[in-house]
């Protein structure tokens, strides 16, 4: 892995760094909770996921694809979607053991890259499951966020169950790229 300081400067890394900036404003804006503050948390919210969204394209379209963005970017993502846990922890009565759950396997999931790289291997980048578990996330906690009572059970189940397979699935290529085969059954 090769960071170098010209690589803060390309396009994608530089939206990444923006939508970290962005959260502790939209996590005040939300803690709030005024019309007028949720009007400008939203605003903030639809600038971070247009800048996550746009730093990818930029990332692939330009090749501009680095070791620092492989860094920042899921980075990002989890520091956004953690600061929104923590929001619905603390305003909306989430259930701290699945919040625990999602956190564990963030955890998991950085032991193992660190282990990749101590040991000079790739990055293990996130797969479909990642992120499908990341949207089902995201729309739980902004169920939460807007008080939709009636989707929230049904949501947190998807989340736990899409978590749980996430951890199984990470287990599974970790587990790949020590050569250690695993049963599908």
């Not at 990444?16 to 007028?36: E, G, K, V, Y």
């Not at 699945?98 to 040991?119: P, W």
């Not at 939709?148 to 951890?167: D, E, K, P, Y």
Request: hydrophobic share 60%; aromatic share 14%.
């Amino acid at each position: 892995m090769v960071i170098k300081k010209r690589d803060f400067f390309l396009l994608p890394n530089l939206l990444a760094i923006f939508r970290i900036l962005l959260f502790p404003f939209i996590f005040f804006f939300l803690a709030q909770d005024t019309h007028s503050s949720l009007v400008l948390a939203v605003i903030l919210i639809v600038l971070a996921v247009a800048s996550d969204v746009l730093d990818g394209y930029v990332a692939r379209r330009w090749n501009q694809i680095t070791d620092l963005g492989r860094l920042l970017d899921p980075l990002a993502d989890k520091l956004g979607l953690g600061i929104f846990v923590i929001f619905v922890i603390i305003y909306r009565e989430f259930p701290i053991w699945s919040a625990g759950l999602l956190f564990l396997k963030d955890l998991l999931t950085l032991i193992a890259a660190l282990a990749m790289v101590k040991r000079k291997r790739s990055i293990l980048m996130s797969n479909n499951w990642g992120k499908l578990n990341s949207w089902i996330w995201v729309f739980t906690v902004v169920i939460y966020i807007a008080r939709i009572h009636q989707l929230q059970q049904w949501f947190l189940a998807l989340a736990t169950l899409s978590v749980v397979n996430c951890i199984i699935q990470y287990l599974r290529m970790f587990l790949a790229q020590y050569g250690v085969e695993t049963s599908d059954g």
